[in-house]
């Protein structure tokens, strides 16, 4: 039995990684902050077979609520095996640009939300001896890019702290993962002009989590090219990467 704590749970990618573990008849606790979204969800997860399935309501920027948000999936499963975190925001980058309070919240949201709940289900599993942190950072933490570079900074933050993390969580049994997803067709990206061959769906992303998580892998890009691509953007030396229009 694997019993997962889902943050973010009304996430298109969530969404589809849950549609897998219910088939594999894993307990699940969703959390988000849309009830009536998350009960749709949760009917559903139930009906593909999912054992059991609990909802809790959080908005992850109140890092008090942290802490009872664990107690209450500990409470409602009796173990946590995992937990994914796949919350996240695109931020307008001009209005980041234009005021410093725009550019935090961003961040906050992206980043210190994810740390704080990193800190507390790694000393939990510390304490338990075993278990799995998978969190959902993105490519564009690998180099700051002008388009967007307040999401770059906060998933690159994501993406340091994670690698911090699982060095010290190593020895006491504890498995991190990195997810690094390139473009993926959400309502993150509805903005967006679609379709390619770099465009993945959730789905795909979705089994690439699941697989990398069984696998425990430590970083993964999905789809697997965008370790090409980042390997080549990485690359470039800044005297020239400052003079393109990314
Ligand atoms: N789509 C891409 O191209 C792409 C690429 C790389 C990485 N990613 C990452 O993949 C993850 C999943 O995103 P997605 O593409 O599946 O987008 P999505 O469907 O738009 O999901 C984003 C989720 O984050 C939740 N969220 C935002 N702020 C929150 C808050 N303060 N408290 C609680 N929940 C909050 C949203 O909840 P509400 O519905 O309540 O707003 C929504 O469920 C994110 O970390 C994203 O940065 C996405």
Redo the contacts with the bound molecule.
């Keep these: 039995m694997k019993n997962w704590i889902i943050?973010?749970?009304?996430?298109?990618?969530?969404?589809?990684v849950c549609r897998l573990w219910a088939v594999r008849g894993y307990s699940l606790f969703l959390?988000?902050?849309?009830q009536s979204?998350l009960d749709t969800l949760a009917n559903d997860y139930q009906v593909r077979g999912a054992a059991k399935v609990h909802t809790h309501l959080?908005?992850?920027?109140?890092t008090d609520s942290h802490q009872p948000c664990w107690d209450a999936a500990l409470d409602a499963m009796g173990r946590i095996d995992g937990i994914l975190?796949?919350?996240?925001?695109?931020p307008d980058q001009k209005a980041c640009e234009a005021s410093y309070e725009t550019a935090l919240a961003e961040i906050?949201?992206?980043a210190l939300?994810?740390i704080s709940l990193c800190t507390l289900a790694a000393n939990e599993f510390e304490k338990q001896g075993t278990g799995n942190i998978a969190?959902?950072?993105?490519?564009?933490g690998d180099r700051g890019r002008q388009s967007n570079y307040v999401?770059g900074a906060a998933?690159g933050m994501v993406t340091l702290f994670l690698q911090g993390l699982r060095n010290r969580l190593f020895a006491s049994g504890v498995h991190v993962l990195t997810?690094?997803?390139?473009?993926?067709?959400?309502?993150?990206?509805?903005e967006?002009d679609k379709g390619g061959p770099l465009?993945?769906t959730?789905d795909q992303?979705a089994a690439g989590i699941v697989s990398a998580i069984d696998k425990k892998r430590n970083e993964v890009y999905l789809p697997w090219f965008w370790w090409g691509i980042m390997m080549i953007i990485k690359n470039i030396p800044e005297f020239v990467f400052k003079r393109l229009s990314l």
């Design positions: 943050i973010g749970a009304t996430s298109a990618i969530a969404e589809s959390v988000a902050r849309n979204k959080l908005d992850v920027n109140a975190i796949a919350h996240g925001t695109l906050n949201t992206n939300s994810v969190v959902i950072s993105s490519v564009a999401y998933k997810v690094k997803p390139g473009f993926v067709d959400t309502p993150m990206t509805t967006f465009w993945a959730p992303v």
